[in-house]
C-alpha cells in the first residue's frame, strides 16, 4: 500500500523552538512538495523538488523556513524560530513527476500549533 | 494573488440531489486541472482531472466542465451521497512550470443533508 508518510501528526510547540517535520515520499516518486493550508489561502505551496533538487521556494518564508532532501526517501521541513503565525497544516506531497498526469499523492498532514 | 478561486466557502445540499462546485482561474497558461477531497485530518486524495483541449470528462457521478473562454470550470456530483461530504479543492498547471506543480484554490466544503 504506496503511501506518504509524514511525521509528527501532531506537534504543540512554544514560540522560538525549532520544529522540523518529516516526510517519506512514495518509492518511485521523483517529486516532493511541502503545502501549507490555511484559511485564506487554501493549500499553499511552499516548496518544491524534483530528484531531490530544490525546483521553486518561492512560496516559502527564507528567513526562518527551509526545505531539503537528504535522500531519496526523505524531505524535511523545518521552522527556526517558529512563530504563531506558523500554526497551520503541513502537508507533503509527491508524484511521479513529468511522466505523470500531475496527479499529486498526499500524506496526512502534520498540525502544528505554535504558542 | 489567488490565481485559481473558489468563491463558495461551504455548499450544502440534500442527498440524491446534485452538487454543484465552481472554480474560476486567471492564469490563461494553465492547460490541466484537477479536483481534489479532502477529509478531516486527512490528506487531499485526487478525485477527476481534465486538460484543457476537452470541455468535460465523466467518472460515475462526477464530472468536471471545463469553460476555457470563461476561465471556469466546475464539478458535478449527482446523485450527492452522504460521504461525499468533505472539502473539495480545484487545482490547476501550468506546462511553462512544469506540469507537477499544482495551484491549488482555497477550497469549498460540500455538507450533504441526508
Known amino acids: 500500500d504506496a503511501r506518504v508518510t509524514q511525521t509528527p501528526r501532531d506537534k504543540v510547540t512554544e514560540m522560538g523552538q525549532e520544529v522540523t517535520m518529516r516526510c517519506q515520499p512514495i518509492?518511485?516518486?521523483?517529486?516532493v512538495f511541502w503545502y501549507r493550508q490555511t484559511m485564506m489561502q487554501g493549500l499553499e505551496l511552499l516548496a518544491y523538488?524534483?530528484?531531490?533538487?530544490?525546483?521553486?521556494d518561492s512560496g516559502m518564508p527564507k528567513d526562518r523556513f527551509s526545505a531539503e532532501m537528504p535522500d531519496a526517501t526523505l524531505a524535511t521541513l523545518k521552522i527556526q524560530p517558529s512563530e504563531p503565525r506558523d500554526s497551520a497544516v503541513y502537508f507533503c506531497?509527491?508524484?511521479?513527476?513529468?511522466?505523470?498526469?500531475?496527479?499529486?499523492?498526499f500524506g496526512e498532514g502534520s498540525r502544528l500549533t505554535v504558542l | 494573488d489567488q490565481q485559481v478561486k473558489q468563491n463558495s466557502p461551504s455548499l450544502s445540499v440534500q442527498e440524491g440531489r446534485i452538487s454543484i462546485l465552481n472554480c474560476d482561474y486567471t492564469?490563461?497558461?494553465?492547460?490541466?486541472f484537477l479536483w481534489y477531497k479532502k477529509y478531516p485530518a486527512e490528506g487531499p486524495t485526487f478525485l477527476i482531472s481534465?486538460?484543457?483541449?476537452?470541455d468535460k470528462n465523466e467518472d460515475g457521478r462526477f464530472t468536471v466542465f471545463l469553460n476555457k473562454s470563461a476561465k471556469h470550470l466546475s464539478l458535478h456530483i449527482v446523485p450527492s451521497q452522504p460521504g461525499d461530504s468533505a472539502v473539495y479543492f480545484c487545482?490547476?498547471?501550468?506546462?511553462?512550470?512544469?506540469?507537477?506543480?499544482?495551484?491549488f484554490g482555497t477550497g469549498t466544503r460540500l455538507t450533504i443533508i441526508p
Open positions: 506531497a509527491s508524484g511521479p513527476g513529468l511522466a505523470g498526469t500531475g496527479e499529486l499523492f
Open positions: 518509492l518511485g516518486h521523483n517529486t
Open positions: 523538488f524534483r530528484n531531490r533538487a530544490p525546483l521553486d
Open positions: 492564469n490563461s497558461m494553465f492547460d490541466y
Open positions: 481534465i486538460s484543457s483541449i476537452k
Open positions: 487545482a490547476a498547471s501550468d506546462p511553462a512550470k512544469g506540469n507537477e506543480k499544482l495551484t
